[in-house]
């Protein structure tokens, strides 16, 4: 069965600060990988999405990066994080064609101060 | 207007009631259709796909109706434990990433 990691559950980190978040997923080949971010009280919004190795496509333009150095590595960056860069993280994948349903990680709690 | 609105509550209903929400898209093309539950503090999981004819798992009732632009979620017997927030997915027609509602809460109460 398939199962999807991410790491760190939470992290407190300073303004100003780089930041690395990863996800990893197991037992499926080629998924397609999603990073989201969830303010408090709030929705969710779509950050970056990967349909293969180094393909990357930006949702919303900021200070976050992403990138996939291996088929089932999606990691999540900032050279300087800001106070409103904190929140929930969450990755998620799926397979076949993107409409299909989406499996989300345990998430990453992120408290910028 | 928003691409899926869902009516953000809170819903407060007493253990057995019967609880619909409704999930509104804008995009008539759109092929895919889910529920998601989240509760606090964690990830959101899916609780159920939604096919054209509707579907039925166990208390759970979900239905789509194209005309109008809208799917549901009746959930029926409530218990404490479904106390939650279900989130409206919509993909396809052109978009290919998923669109989530900001989702519905739910609060069972004894």
């Known amino acids: 069965s398939q199962t999807i990691h991410q790491w760190p559950a939470t992290l407190v980190q300073p303004v100003g600060s780089p930041l690395s978040l990863e996800c990893t997923v197991e037992?499926?080949?080629?998924?397609?990988l999603y990073w989201y971010r969830q303010a408090a009280g709030r929705g969710l919004q779509l950050l970056f999405y990967?349909?293969?190795?180094?393909?990357i496509s930006s949702e919303v333009p900021q200070n976050l990066s992403a990138s996939r150095p291996q088929d089932r590595q999606f990691i999540l960056s900032s050279k300087k994080l800001l106070l409103s860069d904190s929140g929930f993280y969450l990755c998620?994948?799926?397979?076949?064609?993107?409409?299909?349903?989406?499996?989300f990680g345990p998430g990453t709690r992120l408290l910028v101060l | 207007r928003k691409e899926v609105e869902q009516d953000p509550g809170p819903f407060n209903v007493p253990e057995g009631a019967t609880v619909a929400f409704n999930c509104t898209y804008s995009?008539?093309?759109?092929?895919?259709f889910f529920w998601y539950r989240q509760d606090c503090r964690k990830e959101p999981k899916l609780l159920m796909s939604?096919?054209?004819s509707g579907n039925e798992d166990g208390r759970f009732t979900a239905q789509l109706n194209r005309a109008s632009q809208y799917i549901s979620l009746l959930i029926r017997d409530s218990k404490l434990s479904d106390s939650a927030t279900y989130l409206c997915?919509?993909?396809?027609?052109?978009?290919?990433?998923?669109?989530f509602g900001r989702g519905t809460s739910l609060i069972v109460h004894p």
């Open positions: 998620a994948w799926n397979s076949g064609s993107t409409i299909e349903t989406q499996y």
């Open positions: 037992g499926t080949s080629n998924p397609n």
């Open positions: 990967s349909v293969g190795i180094g393909q």
């Open positions: 995009n008539s093309a759109s092929q895919s």
């Open positions: 939604v096919y054209s």
């Open positions: 997915v919509v993909a396809g027609g052109g978009s290919y990433i998923p669109t």
